[in-house]
């Protein structure tokens, strides 16, 4: 019995002394909207984000784009640019320039639009951008969403190149 006392007890210090590395825990974010095309076409949008255990390990998706990983990343950038003409280029989202674009995925919405007629002039003073319940102006020309995710999903939306839209009461 004391043998059987004293593996045990060696059994129960090394479980203690193994690092301590959580369980990761499964989510999906999944998203659908809408892109809308200069000639007023609109498309159906699938985007989201997801971390599924996949025969033994782990897979954080992206839209299309898929990546075996221990861990979620931290966050993901959405890298956003806007032409001469005020057109929209997101490379996950569609092949070619759009207008707008309008996503629900994981509790959020995030949409970049028209605010007012195109100036050539100033080609991104014409688009707004919605996260949740806040509006953004853009401030350059190449602008980035990062969504941040914690053990539950998406965490957080926010930009680079964005300045809070003073003038909106949403």
């Known amino acids: 019995m004391k043998n059987l006392t004293s593996v045990v007890l060696i059994v129960l210090a090394a479980l203690f002394l193994l690092p301590n590395k959580s369980v990761a825990?499964?989510?999906?974010?999944?998203?659908?909207?809408?892109?809308?095309?200069?000639?007023?076409?609109?498309?159906?949008?699938?985007?989201?984000?997801?971390?599924?255990?996949?025969?033994?390990?782990?897979?954080?998706?992206?839209?299309?784009?898929?990546?075996?990983t221990d861990e979620p990343p931290p966050n993901y950038i959405l890298n956003v640019i806007v032409n001469d003409e005020g057109l929209l280029y997101i490379a996950e989202f569609a092949d070619g320039f759009f207008e707008s674009f309008e996503l629900a995925l994981g509790g959020h919405k995030v949409a970049i639009k028209p605010r007012r007629e195109f100036d050539e002039d100033e080609p991104i003073?014409?688009?707004?951008?919605?996260?949740?319940?806040?509006?953004?102006?853009?401030?350059t020309t190449h602008p980035s969403l990062k969504f941040s995710f914690d053990e539950d999903g998406i965490s957080e939306i926010d930009g680079n190149g964005l300045i809070r839209d003073l003038s909106s009461r949403r």
């Open 25 to 68: 825990q499964e989510w999906d974010a999944s998203g659908e909207g809408k892109v809308t095309y200069p000639s007023g076409r609109t498309e159906p949008l699938t985007f989201g984000f997801s971390y599924q255990k996949t025969f033994g390990t782990f897979v954080f998706k992206a839209g299309n784009a898929k990546m075996r």
């Open 125 to 139: 003073k014409h688009l707004v951008v919605h996260i949740d319940d806040m509006s953004y102006l853009l401030d």
